[in-house]
């Protein structure tokens, strides 16, 4: 028998390389032509937020003035440089740079090796670093993921777990494509406190994994603060009766234990108190400023699961099998089931209850990503269980909607362009999507564009404002100071084989001031510069005066003889510099 398990254990020599140099080359390939200094490089806004800590402190010693000239525009303002005070400002905290700081070092010695441009911790080197960096985490996690599942499950088990959490989840889209983001981190941490939380338990008096666990459950928080969720998995793990609570928490809050938790707390954020103080004057500040959590009493919660817009359901169906195995669970009253569904609950009302519930921009809603290790468990019963159902159409059936899942969350991650270019509920671009990863078969039918301005990602080029809007939170603001307010541009060759006759724009236009005046609305086709067809309406003649939110619409003809080089661009021309509000366009080819 034994030798029969050691030979099972022989898979993992060769399931966690394959999967390290699987990863390794999905992204070298999915940042093969990404180049560096532009939004999707791995360096770049929130990202260089994260990573800014280490040039810092290796290369510029916290000094404003020692930075590259212009490195914060060049990075997407992920942080900004202070000359007056002479200091780098980030709102990100430390830990992802902690964790990065061998690979930083390592970068610094083969950029001098290979005599490679160390661009002052910005070169070439440094960037491909970070996405070796992510994927060494990821399989760490994974491996200590499987040292954990295995006081839950046997060996197969255990190694389909791991293969379907990686294929299956956008945990891959964190390891191999947005590689700076802190999800593929904070996943390993998790894995790392569960495996250490369990063998404490199971041996109360080895201090060391207690320690471990504290040191774990700290950079956890420290890196994203609404994961201090994790500590209830401290508390209420594999009990079996209401009453075991009270003898968790006698062995918990021991003179010698609550030292060791408050040291590892101490230890790992001191330094990030102390560069607050160097940054902002105060040991303890809340670095997001006006960020923060306005929908308490309206989460979201429809959105974050359903909408097109990183919806967790749409972007990870496999979450459906985790919350089928919870409720197995549950249905069975096994340990740790309604624990698993009041975290996904929870997690849930947190990311719903955020400003930004889609989390800008992502693949699906990456705050779940970390949380997967905790799920695993879940996971692992209804494969478990699945298996040993008897009828063949049943188990066949639960198989292959894993593998379905899997194939369509790779599928996604392969075509995905960091962004997701739609409104809330934009089934029309969600579908275009699904196209171009050969998921969903196209048919001939209207080009569809809508735009809420809830999505940063569509809504850049304008001014966002919450003191007015038709629906959702947020409108797009025209301001005087912008006489060309761009709307959209579609290029001629995605348009569907048949070319349409008409573009059909509608949006809702509210004007406090009655100051709309000239503006005008502008379909204009351009090839090289150059304005092939140029279509106007004036908005005065359409908007009354003294009336509330209102629509607009108008139809604007696409000529015969047109090729598939030029751009069609819709824009409102601003000629007065009116100042003046609009929500939720629409644009329809038909």
């Known amino acids: 028998m034994q030798k029969k398990t050691g030979n099972k254990e022989y898979i993992g020599w060769i399931f966690f390389p394959v999967l390290f140099f699987a990863s390794l080359f999905l992204t070298q390939n999915l940042h093969r032509n990404n180049g560096y200094f532009n939004w999707k490089s791995e360096i770049w806004a929130d990202r260089a937020g994260y990573y800014i800590y280490l040039p810092s402190l290796f290369m510029y010693q916290f000094e404003a003035k020692e930075c590259p000239e212009k490195i914060d525009e060049k990075t997407g303002y992920g942080f900004t440089l202070d000359y007056g005070k002479n200091t780098i400002n980030t709102k990100y905290t430390y830990g992802v740079a902690l964790l990065l700081s061998p690979f930083f070092v390592a970068s610094h010695f083969i950029s001098v090796i290979l005599h490679k441009p160390g661009e002052a911790g910005f070169g070439p080197v440094y960037h491909k670093m970070i996405n070796v960096a992510a994927v060494v985490y990821l399989i760490l996690g994974l491996w200590i993921l499987k040292r954990f599942l295995k006081y839950y499950f046997d060996s197969s088990i255990q190694y389909l777990i791991l293969f379907f959490i990686y294929a299956g989840t956008n945990l891959l889209f964190y390891a191999v494509d947005d590689t700076l983001m802190s999800h593929v981190y904070s996943f390993f941490l998790f894995a790392v406190f569960l495996l ?18 504290c040191l774990a459950f700290a950079l956890i928080i420290l890196i994203r603060p609404t994961n201090i969720l994790i500590i209830l998995i401290l508390f209420f793990w594999d009990l079996k009766k209401p009453g075991e609570i009270k003898e968790r928490l006698l062995l918990l809050m021991t003179p010698k234990r609550v030292l060791i938790f408050c040291l590892a707390l101490f230890l790992v954020f001191l330094p990030q108190l102390i560069y607050w103080k160097y940054s902002r004057g105060s040991f303890f500040v809340y670095s997001y400023g006006n960020e923060g959590f306005t929908n308490w009493k309206n989460p979201r919660l429809l959105e974050v699961w359903f909408s097109t817009l990183n919806g967790l359901f749409l972007y990870t169906p496999m979450v459906v099998i985790f919350l089928a195995g919870m409720t197995i669970m549950i249905i069975k009253k096994m340990p740790n089931g309604i624990l698993m569904l009041f975290l996904f609950l929870a997690v849930s009302y947190i990311c719903a209850s955020w400003y930004n519930w889609y989390f800008g921009c992502s693949f699906g809603q990456r705050s779940f990503v970390e949380y997967f290790a905790i799920f695993s468990i879940p996971f ?42 739609g409104s809330t509920w934009d089934w029309p671009q969600f579908t275009r999507q699904l196209e171009r990863a050969n998921i969903f078969s196209a048919y001939n039918r209207p080009y569809t564009f809508q735009n809420d301005f809830e999505n940063q990602a569509l809504s850049y080029l304008y001014t966002i404002s919450d003191s007015s809007h038709l629906s959702g939170m947020y409108s797009a603001k025209v301001d005087p100071d912008k006489e060309f307010i761009p709307f959209h541009s579609i290029p001629m060759s995605d348009l569907p084989p048949k070319l349409p006759r008409y573009i059909n724009v509608e949006f809702w236009l509210f004007d406090p001031g009655m100051e709309v005046n000239e503006a005008q609305l502008v379909c204009s086709i351009d090839k090289n510069d150059s304005s092939l067809v140029w279509q106007s309406q004036p908005l005065a003649p359409i908007v009354k005066k003294n009336v509330g939110w209102q629509k607009v619409s108008n139809r604007f003809i696409l000529p015969d003889g047109l090729t598939r080089e030029p751009v069609i661009k819709i824009y409102l021309w601003n000629q007065k510099r009116s100042s003046f509000f609009v929500d939720d366009l629409k644009i329809i080819l038909d």
Do not use: E, H, W
């Open 196 to 213: 250490t939380m369990k063998k404490f338990l199971d041996q109360p008096g080895r201090l060391i994994f207690f320690a471990a666990m």
């Open 380 to 421: 692992g019963y209804f494969i478990r269980d699945s298996l040993r159902v008897r009828n063949l159409l049943l188990k066949s059936m639960a198989i292959l909607l894993i593998i379905l899942f899997s194939y369509y969350n790779v599928r996604m991650i392969l075509k995905f362009d960091k962004c997701f270019f």
